[in-house]
């Protein structure tokens, strides 16, 4: 059972569930309480004590049934109703129906044929030898929960499962031939019946389990985060791409411990002299605690996204890391480009992060296009200019190749002479800009900080310094 | 106190609350384990009710911390109560001047004041607030620390030393270590994330909607003068009307006013007069009531029009 519950949490962290170590003994802790015995407490102190969020729910329900009690049925005894007489006719029927099909049984047949005739069931030594034949101990990488259907199958072939209904039939004949009267016949067949779906589901559930395992065997072996954050966008597969998707809220949540640091060190502003006034009252007057005026401003934020190609991983995190931090700013107005312009607002604040990253790197999907920056800018002059006032922060994330296009710099200017502040983030390397069609000399000096983003790392201090 | 899970949805029952059996293995747990319990979940579905309902079963004292933006130690823990502390310094000035009168150097008599010094730091000038009432106390408390995601991140951070150790520490008095652990409830509404550390030392539970069954048990329990047959109705209204993408949806608290808006008002069936009239009890934006009057089809202008 320890070992079960061990590999259950296991199995929760390889699903993405963040499990401390202090959970999982509270866990154990809780246990000594409730047991293990009724399956339902069980399952709920397991959830209260490990999942501290509503949108774990779901993994924690879907791995449950596959580590413990299996709510599969057990297999049943079809003899156990039956009298001694009968049960005789059944052992002696069952020999002849063996005897009789021996030539091509398989020995694995046999043995299903028990299992299903006396309800034991597999032991978990058969078990393994099935997964190991299966080949279930030896999973190529992409190997996935929801192929446990495949393997379980895999598994019942292994068995000889499709000539098992003619052996049934086979047993069924010779128990007619000794007398057993038919409603007894029908019983046991029902029973069978149900043995052989309780079978089938328990083989399920054990490929399910071997699969999460090694899904959380895997999730053990990515390499750790911290190298992740360094390395370049571009350098990055899929698998590494989502155990950083993973980090972003863990980036986000310190992102705004820093913020929130900041704003309390902003409570050093100036002297509020009518609170001082108030508050002083109760000690007749003398200032004796000052009162502070309170400057608790939260960047207003306009966003300009390049999202060709090349700038796509690093516009979907940035995307993902402005989400996670919606509470940090007032109001943020995002506008994604390759040759136009779009405004995709509505679909961030609509829709969740996963589905509004979607939607919006598929409204101008990858393909030929020509980047056109000066255009795009142009664009948002003619139709958005009124979101920039001396409050904001715009932000332009894009390389600057603008494709030999007209850089726009007169708007450009304006832009920056309207926002309060005005950065840009760039991928590339410094000693790149300006080589071929980049334009990004041109637009740095307008700009009052520009920042390489080159990973994870650096996307994450630049946007610390936005929220500034 | 409760032997077992069933205990605590008996004793929570006596008190009109239903317990699911999550929420009755979760405060069984928070009991026998010593932790807090952090409940999450919409608006009005009884998050704040069950401390109150745990307060009355184990007849202790509820302390509530009420959590908004800003808040901060000075009001949550404890306060010193300068105005007291210089009415004192003021009446007692003849003393002092006694005790320092035949000192010899200053030295002296500055040693002298500094031995007196813990008069003027003592419990006695200390106002308490919620949360030091609840560590202070001397009979156990439930302590109610609500909607605690509308406080800051560093209120979350401060609230940490309470709720792993139950103690508290005050730069002049030291550390102040709970007499009668509390049994500490958090709710929040899910506005924001909190932050790992904390979810960290509570235990969890998300109390969502009740389905049709526990709604109307619900309301049998608390408005028992509403006819049955009624009661079903308003509650298959009520749950339908979450299926709606509404602005906001109606929560329990507002299935229970309109329940004793339709015993009020004498209704004896749902009809469309009765519904139209009460509607607003359910739901609070002009936009919501629309959509629900097109989906019941109801009102006069709601057909094939839309207003968006």
Known sequence: MEERIGKFIAALRGAGVRISLAESQDAWQALTYTGVGDRDTFRLSLRATLIKDVTSYDTFEELFPLYFGLDTPPLQDPASDLSPEQQRMLGEAMQQALQRALQELARDLRKLLEWLMNGQGPSQEELADMAQQAGLNDLPDSAAPYQARRYARRMQQLLGWEKLQELLEMLWEALAQQGMNPETIEQIKAQVMENQQALQDQLGDYAGMKLNDHLAEQAQRRPPINELMDRPFGSLNSAEMDSLREQIRRLAARLRSRAALRQQRGKKGKLDAKATLRHNLRYGSVPFEIRLKQRRRKPKLVVLLDISTSMRPVAEFFLRLLYELQDQVQKTRSFAFIDHLEDVTTDLHTQQIDQAVRTILSKMPPGYYSTDLGGSLRQFEAGYLDTVDGRTTLIVLGDARNNYNDPALDIFRTLAQRSRKLIWLNPEYPTQWGTGDSDMLLYQPHCDEVFQVRNLAQLTDAIDHMLA | ?308
């Not at chain 2, 608390?222 to 749950?239: F, G, M, S, T």
Request: glycine share 4%; net charge negative; proline share 3%.
């Open chain 2, 1 to 308: 106190m409760a032997a077992t899970v069933s205990d605590v949805r008996k004793a929570l029952a006596a008190q009109q609350y239903i317990a699911t059996d999550e929420i009755a293995t979760v405060i069984f747990l928070a009991e026998q384990l010593g932790k807090p319990i952090l409940a999450e979940g919409p608006a009005g579905v009884g998050k704040t009710e069950l401390s109150k309902a745990w307060a009355a079963v184990t007849r202790h004292e509820l302390v509530r911390l009420q959590c908004y933006e800003g808040l901060d130690e000075s009001k949550a823990l404890y306060e010193w109560e300068y105005a007291k502390q210089m009415l004192y310094t003021q009446l007692l000035r003849d003393k002092l001047s006694d005790l320092l009168a035949d000192a010899q150097s200053l030295t002296e008599a500055a040693d002298r004041l500094a031995a007196e010094e813990d008069v003027f730091f003592s419990q006695r000038f200390l106002l308490e607030r919620p949360l030091l009432r609840a560590i202070n106390s001397d009979q156990p408390t439930v302590l109610l620390i609500d909607e605690i995601d509308r406080a800051d991140a560093e209120f979350e951070a401060f609230l940490l030393e309470i709720l792993s150790d139950f103690q508290v520490s005050i730069p002049e008095l030291g550390t102040i270590v709970a007499k009668q652990r509390p049994a500490v409830f958090l709710t929040s509404n899910n506005t924001r994330e909190l932050s790992e550390a904390l979810k960290r030392r509570c235990l969890y539970v998300y109390i969502g909607y009740p389905d049709l069954e526990e709604e109307l048990q619900i309301v049998r329990l608390k408005v028992p003068d509403l006819a049955p047959q009624l009661a079903r109705q308003a509650v298959e209204v009520v749950q339908s009307l979450r299926q709606l993408d509404l602005k906001k949806h109606p929560s329990v608290s507002e299935t229970l006013d309109w329940a004793r808006a339709l015993v009020t008002l004498n209704a004896r069936a749902l009809d469309k007069d009765v519904l139209e009239n009460t509607l607003t009890v359910l739901l609070k934006y002009e936009s919501d009531m629309a959509r629900a009057r097109r989906a019941f089809s109801l009102g006069t202008n709601g057909h094939g029009r839309t207003d968006r």
